[in-house]
């Protein structure tokens, strides 16, 4: 937040977690372990999560969601600022930038569909992933037109009339893997490419930034460079574990099978982080696997004593 000339806090950019879950939200409509056993009877320390996205506002009126995830439509609803406001038609929603190609970040852009114009952001090899998906053409060039993101250059966001947004990001490339529908499993690397999983440093008008990372496969010292000292950073908060899945007999793949590094361990998130001089860190897309997604689990507190937050649909920041 920014200091006025009254002596009073004006924030210059919100922020909004629209969904704090991973893919499969929480509970998961298909799992009973544990964790989702205890949300779905209602227990209220395993609030449910809708899957990970953010709208962000540089200018109080408009905003970008990142990442545009299955869950959409109810976090639209359930987010009183991105209702429509005048007009039969109308919607505050004026970009969406894109993150990565996975499902649980692009389905979403199937609920925008109503003849509504916004500008949608991505990198090259997610733009071309929705381009080879002809169910994404519902999505009208003329009304949604599609604009590319640089890795590692600055990109002033705008809506899909070219208005400016007061909002700026970069996007870097982050450890990751491609999309789970497009992988090659001819190819030791399943096909995975620079540019599949991106982060994004998100920067208002004024200078104030935040970090944006939902996927990421580890923590490399350039990662680490680069968030140095970073106001708030959002992160990656898949497993705890890296054999999390197996152990519950969920799924047959480890945490960096899928992508993701695991929370704790010695090259965990946890570790790789301390020290870095980061004002606020959170964790996003969190597994329903994930013991630390509950209140009361012993990982949650360790997670908070080393400075984390964990997030929550409806969390909001002002900077």
């Not at 002596?7 to 210059?12: A, L, R, Y």
């Not at 104030?208 to 990372?213: D, V």
């Not at 689990?297 to 649909?313: C, F, L, M, N």
């Amino acid at each position: 937040m920014r200091a006025t000339g009254s002596g009073n806090f004006q924030p210059t950019m919100k922020l909004i977690i629209l969904g704090a879950a991973a893919g499969g939200g929480f509970p998961q409509w298909n799992c009973a372990c544990r964790n989702c056993a205890r949300a779905r009877s209602g227990d209220p320390a395993a609030r449910p999560r809708t899957q990970a996205a953010i709208a962000v506002s540089g200018n109080g009126s408009d905003y970008v969601i990142f990442n545009a995830s299955p869950d959409l439509r109810e976090q639209i609803l359930a987010t009183k600022v991105l209702h429509p406001r005048q007009g039969l038609r109308d919607s505050p929603i004026a970009a969406v930038v894109l993150t990565g190609g996975d499902v649980d970040f692009t389905a979403g852009l199937l609920n925008l569909r109503e003849g509504q114009r916004f500008a949608l952001y991505a990198g090259q090899r997610i733009l071309d992933l929705l381009d080879a998906s002809v169910i994404f053409r519902v999505l009208a060039p003329d009304l949604v037109p599609r604009r590319r993101l640089d890795q590692n250059h600055t990109t002033p966001l705008q809506d899909a009339a070219g208005q400016d947004l007061g909002i700026t990001v970069e996007p870097f490339a982050v450890p990751g893997k491609v999309a789970l529908y497009a992988e090659d499993t001819s190819r030791a690397d399943l096909g995975s490419s620079e540019g599949d999983t991106l982060g994004v440093k998100i920067t208002g008008a004024d200078g104030a930034c935040l970090y944006y990372i939902p996927a990421c496969a580890a923590v490399t010292p350039d990662l680490a460079a680069r968030l140095r000292g970073a106001p708030v950073v959002l992160f990656d908060g898949t497993l705890w574990h890296d054999n999390e899945m197996i152990d519950a007999g969920l799924l047959p793949k480890t945490g960096r099978r899928m992508g993701h590094i695991s929370v704790s361990g010695p090259d965990g998130t946890l570790a790789a982080m301390e020290g870095l001089g980061i004002g606020r860190k959170i964790f996003v897309h969190i597994n329903n696997s994930n013991p630390m997604i509950l209140d009361d689990s012993p990982e949650r507190e360790q997670a908070e004593r080393a400075g984390w937050t964990i997030a929550h649909d409806g969390l909001e920041l002002s900077l």
